[in-house]
């Protein structure tokens, strides 16, 4: 211990933040600049990981919450060598790697992205969750620790509600958070927006909560130690930090503790730039240089890392030796590769819902993927996720043996916490809710793809048919809202989001199949929840059809030269079925039908097979139980699509389709009044 380099190591922190945006003239320098002692005693003596590689699977870990202190992260990594002087110098510029707000970025240390507050944090307990699964089934050597780090707006958004819930539920004893309480915040202190007392309210939900002074190093090492020798909850650490610690004024004077110091440059604010940085012991000249002492100390703390692993390493092997069939399938886990899947094997009854079709897959998968965990939002007897539940056991507090989540009544937390599951890796994450509620999930599915996480999620219940629970419960625009992330690109160049609304059973086997093989994107799978009619098949059987699916679209139905094809995906699908039997058998017309269960793979296609399954020289019909514009792109401009422009009701689904229209009758006389419109 030697607290003189320890307040340099500090302070160069705060030098480098402060430097680093007022030169970008835009970021937040105050919250870095109190979290630095914290962050530099972590890093320093606590955090285990091997500066060789960074990517080592049983390292510790650091979820950001508080993304607009991204200068704290890049200032601290710097010091451990993760980043070079130029990127911490070209803050917030176009093609740096240190963007205003971190995204994930494992070799250099950076585990998640984050920005909008709330999610880092709960990310982070998705990865205890893992480490805690993984650590059931492979031995109590894994014992890496998960880092969280929060502010009072994480604190404040409501997602921090059921993050907290859930973490001391489950006695995540690996789950270390520090809350930076400086008491102010982006436009006002604390004391204006609440009064609640933290500490209690985390205590309530079963957490072991210390409060310290976070610039006294010894106090920050006493609190650190006593939650890696906790092994029954989480921790959470309440820092007193000062906001802006360091800053002076143009004579000298002390500047901390102002609102004005969270959001802008401190060269804008009552502090002096120049002076703040003299007081830091900084080189004016040089301000994104790393203190001389401080270079040679972080030195010797990479050598004490480097050599910290290579011991533990040489353990696991040791143990990797002794129980070589665990290794093998631990190394598999990681891997992120299936077991072979026979999708086709899964049987299903005719005229499934297609949620509880999913149910039989999910059951089949419960069975023969052993990395997977599977959460419903206190839905799984109705979002039909109790397939997978009853093949297993809910995790617990002590026992996480099982491999269900129940989440209880928090959709955006088992978003984000699915989100972090995926992050740590080793482990597949499977959430659930009915789609309408995918509202409350939109901020964690945005996440997802951002990071191009391989989230499954699961939607029932999918459209006004969800029937007497009425407007409330009927979703119309969110297949809309759910398949523009389809047609929105992540950084990689690719699709950012798998939307899959199957039209039968087979199908929904079929969907299955793509989502586990989709490793590179989150994937929704929406689903019905009354019972559909099977499409009839074409070949040998209705499995071996509905695999055209993975194309995005296909016909179900094909006819040489059609007077018209008929387009919709989910269980309109069966709908048009009923319609062309009329069409056929009373019009005398030739019809084609499309599937197109994803318009976003479809358009990935070659145009000939696009043409081929919805030929632009034809007329062509949608049909959608949504927002027409969810077909709109796929008819054309000379196209028609039948679809809802209005919310639901309450009434039986039956009686919905009637009086909506959505009856094989009323779609031919749709289809006929459309026909003659364009003769």
């Known amino acids: 211990m030697n607290k003189q380099i320890d307040q340099q190591s500090a302070d160069n922190i705060r030098a480098l933040a402060v430097a680093m945006v007022e030169k970008a003239n ?42 607009h202190l991204s200068t704290l992260m890049y200032a601290q990594y710097y010091l451990l060598g993760n980043y070079k002087k130029e990127d911490v110098a070209n803050f917030r510029q176009w093609g740096s790697i240190t963007p205003g707000h971190p995204e994930v970025d494992f070799e250099r240390g950076i585990e998640n992205t984050s920005g909008p507050l709330g999610q880092g944090h709960t990310m982070g307990i998705g990865a205890a969750i893992a480490a ?43 789950f270390i958070m520090f809350f930076d309480s400086n008491d102010i915040q982006l436009s006002t202190s604390t004391d204006e927006v609440t009064t609640e007392d933290t500490a209690m309210k985390y205590e309530s939900w079963g957490w072991n909560v ?7 190093h010894d106090e920050i090492r006493k609190a650190l130690t006593d939650a890696n020798n906790e092994t029954e909850k989480p921790t959470l650490i309440i820092g007193k930090t000062i906001m802006g610690k360091g800053c002076v004024t143009a004579d000298g004077s002390m500047y901390e503790g102002h609102c004005e110091l969270h959001g802008k440059p401190i060269g804008a604010t009552g502090a002096d730039y120049a002076k703040t940085l003299l007081n830091l012991g900084a ?24 050599a910290a692993a290579t011991k533990k390493k040489e353990e696991i092997n040791a143990w990797k030796n002794d129980n070589t069939a665990l290794a093998e399938k631990l190394d598999f886990f990681l891997s992120g590769e299936l077991p072979a899947l026979d999708f086709e094997s899964i049987a299903h009854k ?25 959460s419903s939002a206190d839905l799984s007897n109705s979002d039909k996720t109790d397939g997978f539940l009853k093949k297993t056991s809910a995790l617990q507090k002590g026992d996480f043996s099982g491999s269900f989540l129940q989440a209880g009544v928090a959709e ?75 047609k929105l690109k992540n950084h990689k160049g690719n699709m950012s ?70 387009v919709a995906n989910g269980s309109e699908v069966s709908t ?57 792109a796929l008819v054309g401009a000379n196209g028609e699509v039948f679809g809802l422009d209005h919310f639901g009701y309450s009434a039986p689904a039956g009686v919905l389709d009637e009086k909506f229209g959505f009856t094989g009758a009323q779609v031919s006389k749709n289809v006929l009044e459309y026909l003659n419109s364009v003769q």
């Open 576 to 632: 048009l079925v009923a319609a062309a039997e009329i069409l056929e058998a009373e019009n005398n017309l030739k019809v084609s039908i499309a599937s197109v269960i994803s318009e976003g793979v479809f358009r990935n296609q070659p145009k000939a097979y696009q043409e081929s399954v919805i030929p632009t020289n034809k007329p062509l019909f949608g049909l959608t139980a949504g927002l027409p514009v969810n077909l709109e």
């Open 283 to 306: 080189d004016l000249d040089n301000p994104f240089d790393i203190y001389g002492d401080v270079a040679a100390y972080y030195k010797d703390v990479i050598a004490t890392k480097t």
């Open 497 to 566: 989001f798998l939307a899959l609304r199957p039209a039968d059973s087979n199908e929904t086997s079929v969907a299955w199949k793509m989502a586990m093989e989709n490793t590179g994107t989150p994937t929704g799978l929406i689903l019905s929840r009354q019972g559909v009619k099977d499409v009839p098949a074409n070949g040998a059987s209705r499995y071996r059809d509905a695999l055209a699916a993975e194309k995005g679209g296909y016909l179900v139905k094909e006819v040489e030269n059609p007077d018209v094809v008929l």
């Open 412 to 486: 955006l937390s088992m978003a984000c916490i699915a989100n972090g599951i995926a992050l740590h890796g080793g482990v597949i994450p499977v959430v659930a809710t009915f789609f309408v509620f995918s509202d409350y999930m939109k901020p964690a599915i945005r996440l997802s793809a951002l990071q191009e996480l391989p989230v499954k999620y699961v939607w029932t219940h999918d459209a006004f048919r969800v029937g007497e629970d009425g407007p409330t419960h009927q979703p119309i625009e969110q297949e809309a809202q759910i398949r523009l992330l389809e």
């Open 132 to 174: 805690k699964f993984l650590q059931a089934r492979f031995g109590d050597w894994m014992n890496h620790k998960i880092y969280g780090f929060i502010s009072d707006g994480g604190i404040q958004e409501e997602i921090s509600q059921g993050a907290g819930r859930i973490a001391g539920h489950l006695g995540l004893s690996n």
């Open 210 to 216: 210390v409060t310290i002074d976070a610039h006294n």
């Open 26 to 67: 835009s970021g937040h320098p105050g919250g870095p600049m109190g979290g630095a002692d914290f962050m530099h005693i972590l890093y320093s003596e606590f955090f285990n990981y091997d500066p060789t590689d960074m990517t080592w699977p049983f390292r510790d870990r650091f979820f950001m919450d508080a993304g």
């Open 350 to 374: 005719e005229g499934l819902a297609t949620r509880a079709a999913s149910s039989n897959v999910l059951a089949y998968l419960a069975e023969n993927v052993e990395n997977m965990i599977v």
